[in-house]
């Protein structure tokens, strides 16, 4: 039996409801805030043009986020790679140790590389202790300590959506490609990245996304100095009572993260990046 | 709160039950359907019940143990009215949604006394009743419409005693100093104390410091930023120590002597040019628990409670009766004895309230 297109709509009706009231009524509130306070108008969107430090915080986070984006995707590319070529057992075992690591607290984590790689981390004494350096060497606290932090919680995100598009190509595909002279760089590069370019899109949209709302961690291991947007709406909402000026920065935020997919849209079917049906 | 946990965790389980196969999917969605309603009967019976408690809003951790047994046990034993505790940390902006949202949940807020200026004047504060409260316990000054010093905290730094054995620095200029003190620093990242450091550092007088010349701090600030780590807590503050990442830290002045107990001794506290910080109970408007919040603090200010808060938590108490009946052991970090009184600043609350803005945004500015 086949319920008819309306009372379906009515079976969703009240989830859509929930999801209105819930998730766009708050939006639309960051968004009336943002050009209400302190006074109607487009005033702290005006501070973008007029702030020094607006435009560095932001060109900041888009600094860190692209380059953990990219780290990211790599590393969860080669591990995605090993992962699929591996057999039965072994890729449950790697699977496994994958979802473990989305189970660790973004604290327990951040403290974890301090002890790791912080000034008198087991790193730095270790290379202190043999003798191959005489000071220790700044991981943490500074911009390249944020992307370590950022980087290691983001592979488990990459390496999913790569893992699923790797698995979906039919495997004869490359044996073609082999047995009809490509080598294996042209295999790779020609065949083989190609097909699962909706595996790295989808990645890099999800690190990218996700990366925008980093708080904890460019707090913690940036030492104070690398200031990124999450951070700094946070302290405008609780120490300044400058709601204008976080309500019109979490709305650049949201904008951002819409252009990046109506970009993306452009240029390929974002369907498929998100596994919908493909035609 | 503990209800809501309670109907949390069964759902949780059932959910893991659920998705393990040991619940059918029916029963998973009575249970949702009743956790959905009981809470709600949950917190409807909150709001009823709220005149019958004082809910002091803080940082959890150690300080909810300490104001009950400092504070909350005496208060009940007096009044008959339980305290109980909200740990999730009474900020501005927080104490500002909850007042504006209708929906207030707590009586009194372990907050900061600039707090009280900036929120009195906008009227988010209930002022305070000084014929339950006593003006005079406290230090002069800080004593306000819309809140009231009951303990001070402070900043000050520590120093490894093992980075500079011949002559350890001794003032905020040493500190700023770093050809002749190399090392990294760390200082608070809020602006609050870093920059007064800064101006004493650049021969501010200490009672001369208010109105802050913003400018002549961060440019003192500046020149050692590539020596600065910065710090958002008391335990990053703590850490940023202990581990040796830096060789000499601002630290909140009350966690001093415990981590030089817990170094050995190898982490000294200076206390020269502390900058005394008024920690105030501030009042939400509307609070839930009406005038009874004012008996609570009153009690506060009582020289036990006073003497048990400093033995729990190392805040210098702010009645100066409990300041003249405190061991002679525990007179150097108190924050106001006789010894560190001439040595310390005092922080100007109404400054900060009205400036806090415009000084923070400036210190994220330039440290960025």
Avoid at chain 2, 195 to 204: F, H, S
Wanted: charged share 15%; net charge neutral.
């Amino acid at each position: 039996m086949r319920l008819p297109l309306k009372s379906g709509w009515l079976l969703v009706l009240p989830f859509l409801l929930l999801v209105g009231g819930l998730f766009l009524g708050p939006i639309l509130n960051v968004l009336w805030i943002s050009v209400t306070e302190p006074a109607p108008g487009f005033g702290n969107y005006a501070q973008l043009g007029s702030s020094d430090t607006l435009r560095r915080i932001l060109w900041t986070t888009l600094r860190v986020c692209v380059m953990c984006t990219a780290f990211s995707v790599i590393l969860g590319y080669s591990i995605a790679y090993a992962m699929v070529h591996a057999t039965g057992p072994a890729q449950s075992r790697m699977l496994g140790l994958l979802l473990i690591s989305f189970w660790i607290s973004v604290l327990v984590r951040t403290f974890s590389w301090l002890m790791l790689l912080g000034r008198n981390g087991v790193v730095n004494s270790t290379l202190d202790a043999l003798g191959i350096i005489s000071a220790p060497i700044p991981f943490m606290r500074n911009e390249l300590g944020v992307l370590i932090g950022m980087v290691h919680y983001m592979v488990p995100y990459a390496v999913l959506p790569i893992f699923a598009a790797m698995q979906s190509i039919d495997g004869r595909v490359v044996q073609a490609s082999r047995s009809l002279g490509g080598s294996g760089a042209q295999t790779f590069w020609r065949i083989y990245l190609p097909m699962t370019k909706p595996g790295v899109v989808a990645a890099s949209l999800v690190v990218f996304i996700i990366n925008l709302g980093f708080y904890v961690i460019p707090a913690v291991l940036g030492g104070g100095k690398v200031l990124m947007v999450a951070e700094y709406i946070s302290v405008q909402v609780l120490i300044t009572l400058q709601w204008g000026t976080a309500a019109m920065l979490a709305a650049i935020l949201l904008f951002g993260v819409l252009a990046l997919m109506f970009l993306m849209s452009r240029f390929m079917k974002l369907s498929t990046v998100f596994g919908g049906a493909r035609t | 709160m503990h209800d809501k946990n309670f109907m949390r965790e069964t759902l949780l389980q059932g959910a893991q039950a659920f998705q393990a196969g040991k619940m059918q999917r029916r029963s998973f969605l009575a249970l949702c359907g009743m956790a959905g309603f009981a809470s709600a009967s949950v917190l409807a019976g909150k709001a009823e019940a709220a005149a019958s408690e004082i809910v002091m809003w803080n940082w959890g951790g150690q300080s909810e143990e300490c104001h009950q047994s400092a504070i909350g046990a005496a208060f009940t034993q007096d009044t008959g009215v339980p305290l109980k505790f909200d740990t999730s940390g009474p900020l501005q902006g927080k104490i500002k949604e909850m007042v504006d949202s209708g929906n207030v949940t707590a009586d009194v807020c372990d907050a900061d006394l600039f707090d009280a200026v900036a929120l009195g004047k906008t009227g988010h504060l209930e002022a305070l009743d000084y014929s339950v409260i006593d003006k005079t316990k406290t230090i002069d000054g800080y004593a306000l419409e819309f809140g009231i010093s009951i303990i001070l905290y402070g900043y000050a730094f520590m120093y490894d005693t093992q980075a500079y054995p011949d002559g350890p620095p001794t003032s905020w200029a040493d500190f700023f100093d770093t050809a002749k003190f190399p090392g990294t620093r760390s200082l608070y990242k809020w602006a609050n104390g870093s920059l007064e450091a800064a101006l004493m550092a650049d021969g501010v007088e200490k009672d001369k410091l208010y109105p802050l010349d913003i400018d002549r701090a961060l440019k003192k600030i500046t020149a050692i930023k590539a020596d600065t780590i910065y710090w958002g807590s008391g335990s990053e503050a703590q850490s940023m120590i202990v581990n040796g990442e830096v060789s000499m830290g601002m630290v909140w002045q009350n966690r001093g002597r415990s981590i030089e107990t817990e170094t050995n001794g190898r982490y000294k506290l200076v206390m020269n040019q502390a900058l005394a910080m008024p920690g105030a109970y501030i009042v939400p408007k509307g609070n839930p628990g009406g005038a009874d919040v004012m008996k609570f603090i009153a009690t506060a200010q009582s020289v036990p409670a006073q003497l048990d808060l400093f033995a729990c938590l190392g805040m210098t108490p702010t009645n100066p009766e409990a300041i003249a009946q405190m061991a002679e052991v525990d007179q150097p970090y108190s924050i106001t004895s006789a010894a560190n009184m001439p040595m310390i600043a005092l922080n100007d609350p109404t400054w900060w309230g009205e400036n806090t803005d415009a000084a923070v945004n400036a210190f994220l500015a330039a440290i960025s």
